[in-house]
């Protein structure tokens, strides 16, 4: 196979819209810029090219009938040309464990780990590969390095006759995309070479005219041979995996209907891991969205038990794709890929962009807008902050916890202050609340306080502390930097009237699945 690696660098914020929002004013892109973008283009620029009389049956057999394939382009990965993968959805990490420590990849650990210790893995993109291990005698340990495309949300009013606000949640200039354009003959790679002068600024996705969309594509080095997609493969004894490297859209080959069951084309897994999703997108040609349809999503894991008749079904699928329209850069499984049963996260992360190189648009403090954009704001950060809450409260160990109905009782005094505290915003009396509570215990249930504890710490002055100090949740224990708190213009969320209603919620949840474990 025959490769042609292109880079796509946003030189303006993309939109590439998937599945409608259900909101005609709001679009959200897509975090990869999709195979048909580029193949689009090229088809584009080979109608203008051509006008011979046959230049259409010529078009056919290049971009249709053959296997010239444009692959998605994802993140760059270390910024040195390299093309990250989605994320496997067969890795794990322990809720508890730091970011140094190692993760745990289930395909092979499925029966040795309780699910219920671990979560996912949150960062949509990998590139795995060889690392140093600091001691000789050991062999070189497989490291991860996690990307997440950095994005970006605008708010734009059309001032007509009546104000129009419009959401964009866009892929942040500044970026680099790498993908490849593969065919079994060189000729139609040089083809399509030959359609661009590269490097040349092209515009894609939505909202072009609103100074989005510019991007600058050249590629990359000459045409690879014998091109493979991974080049850290690690074959075992007992299993085969096969990871999707983009959504896959299969059908069952009984009734027709799009399915994740890859034991209906002939081979049954042992297991998978996989997540069932909807793809979409919009033909500006038409001016028409396109219709939907159902897919295995990148990162899914399937693993079956190593043959010779297993392993070479899984390489045909690997050299040839699996599914419905391949052209377009979907379809794409590697086997072994996937087969290390720990690895190593690696912390380099990009340098994020300075706070003030952001786009401020100023808000007329009469506008009726202005309402609207807060309200944006705030449940763009109660979206942020609930994943970590429920993080944070999840790894809370109350020991000798009290009887169930002392922990009810709390519980019913902490709701109340909450709901006070959203009703009056007033922060003195729902202190109070919490703290009369307290101070009119009874001695029995006194006792019961005085023994539980979080760690060194007795329940009862955790959470006095936690209340006494609610500034403090943004840092402990929910770790927020300058980049978690969403801004439109100059309007930004407001956080002191927001830590005292989270901190609650923070122990609320702690002490509600304290009770669930009763």
């Known amino acids: 196979m025959w490769a042609l690696k292109y880079q796509i660098d946003l030189k303006e914020k993309i939109i590439i819209t998937g599945i409608p929002c259900g909101d005609e004013n709001t679009w959200d892109s897509l975090n990869f810029i999709p195979g048909s973008i580029l193949r689009g283009i090229s088809i584009s620029r080979f109608l203008q090219n051509h006008k011979e009389e046959n230049h259409l049956q010529t078009m056919r057999q290049e971009f249709f009938e053959s296997d010239l394939r444009f692959l998605h382009a994802y993140p760059e990965a270390k910024n040195n040309q390299l093309r990250s993968l989605p994320t496997p959805l067969s ?17 092979f650990y499925q029966q040795d780990f309780d699910d219920s210790q671990l979560q996912k893995i949150g960062q949509p993109f990998c590139f795995p590969y060889q690392g140093e291990n600091e001691d000789d005698d050991e062999t070189d340990q497989a490291k991860v390095l996690f990307l997440t495309p950095d994005d970006w949300f605008s708010l734009h009013i059309n001032r007509g006759t009546e104000e129009k606000m419009f959401r964009y949640h866009s892929l942040n200039e500044g970026q680099k995309f790498i993908g490849y354009i593969i065919s079994s003959d060189r000729a139609y790679l040089e083809k399509v070479r030959l359609l661009f002068a590269t490097p040349e600024e092209v515009f894609i996705g939505r909202s072009q ?29 007992e299993f085969l995996t096969l990871t999707c490297l983009s959504d896959v859209l299969l059908r069952d080959e009984q009734t027709g209907a799009y399915t994740s069951e890859l034991n209906t084309i002939g081979i049954k897994p042992e297991r998978a891991f996989k997540i069932m999703t909807r793809i979409g997108g919009f033909n500006r040609t038409v001016n028409l969205p396109i219709p939907q349809a159902q897919a295995i999503r990148a990162g899914s894991v399937y693993v079956y038990k190593n043959s010779p008749e297993v392993r070479g079904i ?9 599914g419905e329209r391949l052209h377009e850069g979907y379809g794409r499984v590697v086997v072994d890929w996937n087969n290390f049963p720990e690895l190593k996260p690696d912390l380099y992360s990009y340098p994020q962009r300075p706070i003030d190189q952001r786009d401020q648009f100023v808000f007329n403090q009469s506008t009726a807008l202005k309402p609207l954009a807060d309200l944006m704001i705030t449940d763009i950060f109660h979206q942020r902050v609930q994943q970590r809450l429920l993080k944070a409260s999840g790894q809370v160990e109350i020991t000798a916890s009290p009887s169930n109905s002392q922990l009810s009782r709390l519980v ?18 729902a202190q109070l609340t919490i703290t009369t509570y307290f101070n009119d215990l009874k001695k029995p249930a006194l006792r019961e306080f005085d023994k539980a504890r979080i760690g060194s710490t007795f329940l009862k002055d955790w959470i006095l502390t936690k209340v006494g100090n609610p500034g403090n949740i943004w840092t402990d224990p929910l770790s927020l930097n300058t980049r978690d708190y969403p801004q439109i213009g100059d309007q930004s969320v407001d956080k002191e009237s927001l830590a005292f209603s989270y901190t609650l919620q923070y122990i609320l949840s702690a002490l509600r699945r304290e009770l669930k474990k009763k």
Do not use: C, M, P
């Open 91 to 107: 890795w794990r990490k322990f809720k508890d464990a730091s970011e140094y420590e190692n993760l745990i990849n289930l395909a």
């Open 209 to 237: 005219k609103a100074e989005y969309g510019r991007v600058e594509l050249q590629f990359i080095d000459e045409l690879i041979e014998n091109w493979q997609e991974v080049d850290l493969t690690n074959s075992l004894d």
């Open 314 to 322: 899984l390489t045909v699928w690997q050299e040839h794709g699996l």
């Open 412 to 429: 019913a005094v902490l709701q109340k202050a909450l709901d006070q505290y959203q009703t009056n915003a007033d922060l003195t009396q």
